[in-house]
């Protein structure tokens, strides 16, 4: 079974500080697929990166970077120096050949940034 | 590219009426669409995949006669909301999946906001 956890349910930090949104995810499959999306209050999905299960280097992309560990089955990603721009709810998703490339969500993490 | 519209953007509607959905992919052919719920502060739940020139299947739980979903060409899957009720109001997400694309990527439009009174 394919399984997302994103155990922060809200985090709240104030501007400028340096925050980390963990996502742990289960799959028998080999070949998978791990993505981060921001929705904001306006509701639209804004996708932020795919990352396939053979590459388990980290990415920096701006203010954000990603931690791929294979060992803990976990793609924590992390924002730094947080902008209230940042405050959004932000989704981990899974896709694998085992459930047909349909994206198992995770619960999301609400983060606030305060300024 | 790779742009998915969806209309209307927000509806409001009486119980009993109909709503339709639109979902359009603007830039490529979509064979593949989806049908995401999402109620307030919760995930995306899937209702459905809809295949061009096919029947929809539909998640577990889902009633397909409530949620009627046509996928008439490439580029648009319509969701009817069949008498809706009070507790149809949610969010509703599409995502289009490219003819020519990868498998594991899909295209989200903007949502659309239900309110039955």
């Known amino acids: 079974a394919q399984k997302v956890t994103q155990a922060q349910t809200e985090i709240s930090v104030v501007e400028k500080e340096d925050v980390t949104l963990d996502c742990v995810y289960e799959?028998?499959?080999?070949?998978?697929?791990l993505f981060w999306y921001k929705q904001p209050p306006s509701g639209e999905l804004v996708f932020l990166i795919r990352r396939n299960s053979f590459d388990e280097q980290n990415e920096i992309s701006g203010r954000y970077s990603w931690n791929f560990q294979k060992s803990t089955s976990s793609f924590n990603f992390t924002i730094t120096a947080s902008q209230v721009v940042d405050s959004a709810v932000y989704f981990c998703?899974?896709?694998?050949?085992?459930?047909?490339?349909?994206?198992?969500w995770g619960a999301g993490t609400k983060l606030i940034i305060k300024p | 590219g790779a742009v998915v519209s969806q209309h209307p953007s927000r509806v409001i509607c009486k119980s009993g009426t109909s709503v339709k959905i639109e979902c359009r992919s603007l830039d490529f052919q979509a064979t593949t669409m989806f049908w995401y719920r999402q109620f307030p502060k919760k995930s995306l739940m899937l209702m459905a995949t809809s295949n061009e020139g096919s029947k929809a299947t539909y998640e577990q739980g889902v009633e397909k006669d409530k949620f009627l979903i046509n996928h008439a060409s490439l580029t648009l899957s319509t969701l009817t909301v069949t008498s809706a009720h009070p507790e149809d109001s949610s969010f509703y997400i599409c995502s289009a999946r490219n003819q020519g694309g990868l498998r594991n990527e899909q295209f989200f439009g903007p949502g659309t906001r239900l309110t039955v009174l």
């Open positions: 998703a899974l896709s694998a050949a085992g459930s047909n490339y349909q994206l198992i």
């Open positions: 799959t028998r499959d080999t070949t998978y697929y």
